[in-house]
């Protein structure tokens, strides 16, 4: 019995892409506990011989709180709204057999053809027309027009895998739409609803063009806003920049460790016919 050869080139080219991965980020933190006198005169990839809090402590007094909050209710709000109006869009479209329920589901295969950025100057218009300018809802409302299509065509693509007679079952025994959504659509569906939760807020938490445009004021002002604020507050001061980067990371990391498992099954299901 041939024992299987060992794939030296493709164990190579893994730890090359680790190297690529962590040192950013290994980098990113170790300089956060630098202090910012002798930064340049040491090695950046050298643990600190002092490491401090200090960088830490300095974001923290600015705003960052501020800042951490809008940022939580503009993503809250916006993965709240889009997988409550995705998922019942979605079941329409697959247990629908009308030509309207097709026209729709095509309407949002289009949707992810238009690019955010040709939109910009038609919703800033809209949004100052509505007199939501500078507000957090001026930030959610457009995220989550362009959340919904790619989180519909998920969450079609996993319906359509449930089965039918479970359909069937709960209309005999007298279940009308809203109890076959909340009861069997929702449970059969959840890895793909934690994986467009996921994304989308991972989108919004990020996003960087709806707040520069539609938000003016820094009681508005979001994290991607808050580090480019930093980024000139502390242009001399590396170490506190990236105290500011580590600290609007922490919330994507705890997210991703409490949902990696649904966010898994839902990656790499739902796609099999």
Same mark, same amino acid.
């Given at each position: 019995?041939?024992?299987?050869?060992?794939?030296?080139?493709?164990? #190579?080219?893994? $730890?090359?892409?680790?190297?690529?991965?962590?040192? /950013?980020?290994? !980098?990113?933190?170790?300089? %956060?506990?630098?202090?910012?006198?002798? $930064? !340049?005169? *040491? @090695?950046?990839?050298?643990?600190?011989?002092? +490491?401090?809090?200090?960088?830490?402590?300095?974001?923290? &007094? @600015?705003?960052?709180?501020?800042?951490?909050?809008?940022?939580?209710?503009?993503?809250?709000?916006?993965?709240?709204?889009?997988?409550?109006? %995705?998922?019942?869009?979605?079941? !329409?479209?697959?247990?629908?057999?009308?030509?309207?329920?097709?026209?729709?589901?095509?309407?949002?295969?289009?949707?992810?053809? =238009? /690019?955010?950025?040709?939109?910009?100057?038609?919703?800033?218009?809209?949004?100052?027309?509505? !007199?939501?300018?500078?507000?957090?809802?001026?930030? =959610?409302? +457009? %995220?989550?027009?362009?959340? =919904?299509?790619?989180?519909?065509?998920?969450?079609?693509?996993?319906?359509?895998? #449930? /089965?039918?007679?479970?359909?069937? %079952?709960?209309?005999?025994?007298?279940?009308?739409?809203?109890?076959?959504?909340? *009861?069997?659509?929702? +449970?059969?569906?959840? +890895?793909?609803?934690?994986?467009?939760?996921?994304?989308?807020?991972? @989108? #919004?938490? @990020?996003?960087?063009?709806?707040?520069?445009?539609?938000?003016?004021? *820094?009681?508005?002002?979001?994290?991607?806003?808050?580090?480019?604020?930093? &980024?000139? &507050?502390?242009?001399?001061?590396? /170490?506190?920049?990236?105290?500011?980067?580590?600290?609007?990371?922490?919330? #994507?990391?705890?997210?991703?460790?409490?949902?990696?498992? &649904?966010?898994?099954?839902?990656?790499?299901?739902?796609?099999?016919?």
């Amino acid at each position: 019995m041939s024992r299987a050869r060992a794939n030296l080139p493709g164990g #190579v080219a893994g $730890f090359v892409w680790l190297a690529v991965v962590i040192v /950013p980020v290994y !980098y990113i933190v170790v300089t %956060s506990l630098r202090g910012q006198q002798g $930064f !340049y005169d *040491s @090695n950046p990839l050298a643990p600190p011989a002092d +490491p401090t809090l200090d960088n830490y402590r300095l974001v923290l &007094q @600015n705003d960052f709180l501020r800042y951490f909050l809008n940022s939580m209710v503009v993503t809250l709000g916006t993965v709240a709204i889009t997988v409550a109006v %995705s998922l019942m869009a979605a079941y !329409y479209v697959v247990r629908s057999r009308t030509r309207f329920s097709g026209f729709t589901y095509k309407a949002f295969l289009l949707g992810l053809a =238009i /690019p955010l950025q040709a939109t910009i100057i038609p919703i800033y218009y809209l949004i100052t027309r509505a !007199y939501l300018y500078d507000t957090l809802l001026a930030v =959610i409302l +457009p %995220s989550v027009a362009f959340a =919904i299509p790619l989180s519909v065509v998920i969450l079609a693509n996993f319906l359509r895998d #449930v /089965p039918n007679e479970l359909f069937e %079952s709960m209309r005999v025994d007298g279940a009308g739409h809203w109890r076959m959504l909340f *009861s069997l659509v929702l +449970p059969m569906v959840r +890895p793909a609803v934690i994986t467009v939760a996921v994304y989308d807020g991972l @989108n #919004v938490w @990020n996003g960087f063009l709806f707040p520069l445009i539609l938000t003016q004021s *820094s009681d508005q002002r979001v994290l991607p806003m808050a580090l480019w604020a930093f &980024q000139g &507050q502390f242009r001399v001061n590396i /170490p506190a920049v990236l105290a500011a980067v580590v600290l609007s990371t922490i919330p #994507v990391l705890a997210l991703y460790i409490l949902g990696r498992r &649904q966010l898994v099954a839902g990656l790499t299901a739902g796609f099999g016919k």
